[in-house]
């Protein structure tokens, strides 16, 4: 019978020791993070409190999985690291609980007493002064198998709140439906109506939880949860609004993206315009000012031959991506805006010096058709503007020049249509001049005619000709006043061929000349042609405390990309590619400074090509975050989906919302996923 009668005290000790447990997660449960905030950057305090709630809320993640091993070492390294947080006195407790709950109870009193003696006016104390008169009563002999843990209403609801504050909210809400049909006259009845009406709020289900805030009103008038329950009665209302307003929206909003689709431009523009004016805030705005932008670019209509408004179209296309790229950067459209913005820029100067050439005016042509090769050489559109830049010259009797243009659509674009469009137009100039396509009938016998011709091949960067014509210059001419600027003329020719060994000596005789400008020019080049070839004199490899001229120029290259001029990094860069071991600390940071050089002038390809050698783990954190966004973009915009996929998630799993591209990186994660 004693013993019958010491089991009932032990149990009920151990139901009010329950209790007390709850409440003190209760007490303590509103300081676990629901959300993470995301505009921490700049503001380090805002940041420590993330990290702290998060690694709090990892602590309560594992207890409620009853992780308990797990429990114990996050929280001997959370107590390590923020020994003085406001969750110290529950991480305390949770240890000791957790050895509790694995049966070693020497060292759950052991924790218990620490609570109490480091948090002496706590909360946590009192609860823990409670389970050490428990465990004192049963002896410390005793094992685990003396506590018999009941199921109590406490317990029941504690398991809910935990699974609320884990985010799980659909079992949550079966556990606090399940609490209140089993235990209805519970104190703790009308938490548990709340929590339930909460959880439906998190979800977004603002119908289910106005109705479940309203029965804690009608079951339960005089809970201490009635006030917070009017108020989000009233703020599920708000949302409510909100949600059905934003349905009737989106059905507007697929309406003028359906006249987008079939191509009905104007009234899909005046129609995203309306909508975007009178609905400034709506989700559905940032995405209506986009195809605003896509519509102008796809009535743009480049390829008609006409050109009507075309060029007008481009400018408000253009007017439009910017728009979306300011306003709402943080916006998944921001990204294809700077990607279409390219192409906007791109296909603009093609229009313009197509359009100059249909009105004759040649020399406004030749000079956007150049500008469109200088920026954008690679792409589909280059073959047709050197060809057009030919046929410019070809229209204003300049043959020469003509055939000069026609013969680099051949040599660098011999794949595109265009390239045998001008092998008929070279045979139809040299018919003309009564040529048969000898080289030789372009070198005239007098020393002006050469010298015109030079700078002719010169001009049209016919650079092989320009030697070849050069060198027959200086042997038939050796005393012409000319002899310098020809020398400056076939060494630049043999520089843009790369042969800097040919190019080195014609430089090297136009050095002391007398004239400043051309003076300079060929120092520049002729020291570059040292570099290429390895001729570095001692002086050049031991300048600078024992520093290398490599390094040197290295240090000097990144200065210069740091500053923002990409160009004059690239020229520093460029040249010390083959002086480095391929596998040195200097390899890699020159591969990922010229991927970035290219990444910054929007030569994806070339970006790529660089980056993509770059061994990332030897670079510091602030190039690593740098080099992960540059190829995750230019990967993006080449098509690589993969090679995108795999550099963004290595971004996001090394980088957080304190980093500089981490919200744009997320929403490049959403386009790669839908494609």
């Keep these: ?400 020049r003509a055939i000069a243009e026609l013969k680099m659509v051949q040599k660098d674009y011999p794949k595109h249509h265009k390239a045998k469009d001008a092998g008929v137009k070279i045979d139809e100039i040299r018919k003309l001049l009564g040529e048969t396509g000898d080289e030789s009938s372009e070198v005239l016998g007098d020393e002006t005619s050469n010298l015109n011709a030079i700078k002719i091949s010169f001009q049209n960067r016919n650079f092989p000709k320009l030697v070849r014509l050069g060198e027959k210059f200086l042997k038939d001419f050796s005393d012409s006043k000319s002899i310098i600027d020809v020398n400056l003329m076939v060494g630049e020719g043999y520089f843009k061929q790369k042969d800097y060994a040919k190019a080195a000596p014609y430089f090297e005789k136009v050095l002391d000349c007398g004239n400043k400008s051309i003076e300079d020019l060929a120092k520049k080049r002729y020291q570059r042609c040292k570099e290429e070839i390895g001729q570095f004199s001692d002086s050049d490899v031991n300048a600078g405390d024992g520093v290398s001229f490599a390094a040197r120029e290295l240090a000097r290259g990144i200065k210069s990309c740091k500053s923002g001029d990409w160009d004059a990094g690239l020229f520093a860069f460029l040249p010390l590619r083959a002086k480095f071991a391929s596998d040195s600390p200097e390899s890699i940071t020159l591969s990922y400074w010229i991927g970035r050089a290219y990444f910054e002038q929007k030569q994806a390809e070339r970006a790529k090509f660089y980056l993509i050698r770059v061994d990332a783990d030897r670079l510091d954190r602030v190039d690593r975050e740098s080099y992960y966004y540059c190829l995750a973009l230019a990967c993006y915009e080449l098509g690589d989906i993969q090679e995108a996929i795999s550099a963004n998630q290595r971004y996001l799993q090394e980088f957080n919302d304190n980093d500089f591209h981490y919200q744009e990186m997320l929403q490049m994660r959403s386009n790669l996923q839908r494609n």
């Excluded at 609980?97 to 109490?116: C, D, H, M, N, T």
């Design 1 to 400: 019978m004693k013993i019958k009668t010491i089991f009932l005290v032990l149990v009920s000790l151990m139901g009010l020791l329950g209790g007390v447990y709850v409440v003190g997660n209760i007490v303590f449960s509103h300081k676990t993070p629901l959300r993470r905030s995301v505009d921490v950057q700049g503001d380090p305090q805002t940041a420590i409190r993330i990290n702290i709630d998060q690694e709090y809320s990892d602590i309560v993640k594992s207890f409620n999985q009853q992780d308990y091993e797990q429990v114990i070492n996050l929280s001997h390294k959370f107590l390590r690291t923020y020994p003085r947080s406001h969750f110290s006195a529950n991480v305390l407790f949770k240890i000791a609980e957790s050895y509790y709950r694995l049966g070693e109870l020497p060292k759950a009193r052991a924790g218990y007493q620490r609570v109490v003696k480091d948090f002496p006016g706590s909360q946590m104390a009192q609860f823990a002064g409670i389970k050490l008169d428990l465990l004192g009563k049963v002896g410390s002999g005793s094992s685990m198998d003396s506590f018999l843990k009941l199921e109590t209403p406490e317990n029941g609801y504690q398991e809910c709140r935990d699974l609320y504050k884990g985010r799980d909210f659909d079992r949550a809400v079966s556990g606090f439906e399940s609490f209140l049909q089993k235990y209805p006259n519970s104190e703790l009845a009308s938490n548990a109506q709340y929590w339930l009406a909460e959880c439906y709020y998190a979800k977004d289900d603002f119908r289910k939880a106005k109705r479940e805030f309203e029965r804690v009103l009608e079951n339960y008038p005089g809970s201490r949860k009635t006030p917070s329950a009017n108020r989000k009665i009233l703020m599920s209302g708000q949302k409510l609004s909100q949600q059905d307003s934003e349905k009737k929206l989106k059905q507007v909003y697929e309406r003028l993206y359906a006249m987008y689709q079939k191509k009905d431009y104007r009234g899909a523009i005046s129609g995203f315009k309306a909508f975007a004016e009178k609905y400034p805030t709506s989700s559905f705005t940032p995405n209506a000012y986009y195809w605003i932008a896509e519509c102008y670019y796809a009535a743009a209509d480049y390829q008609d031959g006409v050109y009507k408004n075309t060029l007008i179209n481009l400018k408000q296309a253009k007017n439009y991506f910017d728009l979306v790229i300011r306003k709402f950067p943080a916006n998944e459209k921001a990204i294809d805006a700077r990607t279409k913005l390219g192409k906007v820029e791109m296909i603009t100067h093609y229009v313009k010096a197509r359009k100059a050439y249909l009105d004759q005016d040649y020399n406004e042509a030749i000079k956007n058709f150049k500008i469109y090769l200088n920026r954008f050489p690679n792409t589909y559109l280059a073959a047709n503007c050197r060809y057009w830049a030919g046929i410019c010259y070809f229209d204003q009797n300049q043959y020469r």
